[in-house]
């Protein structure tokens, strides 16, 4: 059922649910989609994210020029005239996402995670000098992607870091925000009637022409939704975004997410997740993998604006080492 004669619900739909970069204050940022949920009922994840989310607006619902206004990105944009072109373009990306899955290894690559901070209290509070008023913080991991094909049907990517020399990292010390392990899985058709899409138009990015599609997550249709943390509360968290796919082979080039609604209950005023992909050679295996090249989320908590850079490099198979240790005899 269409909301209106601009919009399109399209059977291929978003695997979202662990898209996301999560940010906590003072505590473990963020969980897999998969092991938040793990601990709720299907029933009550559900009647959560329609008790949460039920009369959000989402900004797919606006004109065009209102919805520039929420998302600059889209200045450029050349509208699109009719949702005709929509199921097939969602097909075009899923085939070129869904393929790749199925052969995907464990990989392991190179992170750099820099957190971006304010000093003062608030937003509003005025900022004599930028060099004053912003702490740097910059950590380095070696960050693991493993593949869960357990449930037979939707599989799942799980992210770990360790330090750079495959000690397990202090839990002071792991990011803040996490959860881009399955990103590139924004349009794959593992996750139908999920989320509203629209299609916006065309765009030139870095020289180059793209698809614009925006998204909305239904609330209630949400199987394994992320999860926004804060000290002892967790809540779903879902999402609306605008996603840019390469005119030349519907790939994605960048994923924008922000918060389906704020959530005042933890805290959350706003969350955006911009996150820019590239083409990794798994030269062990003569694969080539579309994944995350960098992660930027910013995020306003209790009016503290907080933002936090990932960079990947080097993605390769990941072999986790064994030895295996005799009993003395006696």
């Given at each position: 059922?269409?909301?209106?004669?601009?919009?399109?619900?399209?059977?291929?739909?978003?695997?979202?649910?662990?898209?996301?970069?999560?940010f906590?204050?003072g505590s473990i940022?963020?969980?897999?989609?998969?092991?938040?949920?793990?601990?709720?009922?299907a029933?009550?994840?559900?009647?959560?994210?329609?008790?949460?989310?039920?009369?959000?607006?989402?900004?797919?619902?606006?004109?065009?020029?209102?919805?520039?206004?929420?998302?600059?990105?889209?200045?450029?944009?050349?509208?699109?005239?009719?949702?005709?072109?929509?199921?097939?373009?969602?097909?075009?990306?899923?085939?070129?996402?869904?393929?790749?899955?199925?052969?995907?290894?464990?990989?392991?690559?190179?992170?750099?995670?820099?957190?971006t901070?304010?000093?003062?209290?608030?937003?509003?509070?005025?900022?004599?000098?930028?060099?004053?008023?912003?702490?740097?913080?910059?950590?380095?991991?070696?960050?693991?992607?493993?593949?869960?094909?357990?449930?037979?049907?939707?599989?799942?990517?799980?992210?770990?870091?360790?330090t750079?020399?495959?000690?397990?990292?202090?839990?002071?010390?792991?990011?803040?925000?996490?959860?881009?392990?399955?990103?590139?899985?924004?349009?794959s058709?593992?996750?139908e009637?999920?989320?509203?899409?629209?299609?916006?138009?065309e765009?030139?990015?870095?020289?180059h022409?793209?698809y614009?599609?925006?998204?909305?997550?239904?609330?209630?249709?949400?199987?394994?939704?992320?999860?926004?943390?804060?000290?002892?509360?967790s809540?779903?968290?879902?999402?609306?975004?605008?996603?840019?796919?390469?005119?030349a082979?519907?790939?994605?080039?960048?994923?924008?997410?922000?918060?389906?609604?704020?959530?005042?209950?933890?805290?959350?005023?706003?969350?955006?997740?911009?996150?820019?992909?590239?083409?990794?050679?798994?030269?062990?295996?003569?694969?080539?993998?579309?994944?995350p090249?960098?992660?930027?989320?910013?995020?306003v908590?209790?009016?503290?604006?907080?933002?936090?850079?990932?960079?990947?490099?080097?993605?390769?198979?990941?072999?986790?080492?064994?030895k295996?240790?005799?009993?003395?005899?006696?």
């Amino acid at each position: 059922m269409l909301r209106d004669a601009n919009y399109v619900r399209p059977w291929l739909l978003l695997l979202l649910s662990l898209v996301l970069a999560i940010f906590l204050p003072g505590s473990i940022a963020a969980q897999t989609a998969a092991v938040a949920a793990s601990s709720n009922s299907a029933s009550v994840i559900k009647a959560e994210e329609i008790r949460l989310y039920a009369n959000a607006h989402p900004y797919l619902d606006d004109s065009l020029p209102d919805l520039r206004k929420s998302v600059p990105e889209l200045k450029q944009l050349i509208p699109a005239t009719s949702q005709s072109p929509l199921p097939d373009l969602l097909a075009r990306a899923a085939a070129q996402l869904d393929e790749p899955l199925s052969k995907c290894p464990n990989l392991v690559s190179e992170e750099v995670v820099t957190e971006t901070q304010p000093l003062l209290r608030t937003m509003q509070d005025p900022c004599p000098g930028m060099g004053a008023c912003i702490s740097n913080n910059s950590q380095q991991f070696n960050y693991i992607l493993l593949i869960d094909r357990g449930n037979g049907s939707r599989p799942l990517l799980k992210e770990y870091r360790t330090t750079l020399d495959g000690k397990t990292v202090p839990q002071s010390d792991i990011p803040h925000s996490q959860g881009f392990a399955s990103s590139w899985l924004i349009l794959s058709a593992f996750n139908e009637q999920e989320s509203h899409f629209r299609y916006l138009g065309e765009q030139k990015l870095d020289g180059h022409l793209t698809y614009v599609v925006g998204f909305s997550q239904i609330p209630g249709a949400i199987q394994n939704p992320g999860y926004l943390l804060r000290g002892e509360r967790s809540i779903p968290m879902l999402l609306q975004g605008i996603a840019w796919l390469s005119e030349a082979d519907y790939r994605i080039v960048r994923l924008r997410t922000d918060l389906l609604e704020p959530q005042t209950e933890v805290g959350y005023k706003k969350q955006t997740a911009t996150i820019e992909f590239q083409t990794a050679n798994i030269s062990a295996l003569h694969l080539k993998l579309w994944l995350p090249n960098s992660a930027t989320i910013e995020t306003v908590i209790d009016g503290q604006l907080r933002r936090e850079q990932h960079r990947y490099s080097k993605y390769r198979l990941y072999e986790a080492k064994s030895k295996i240790i005799l009993s003395p005899t006696k």
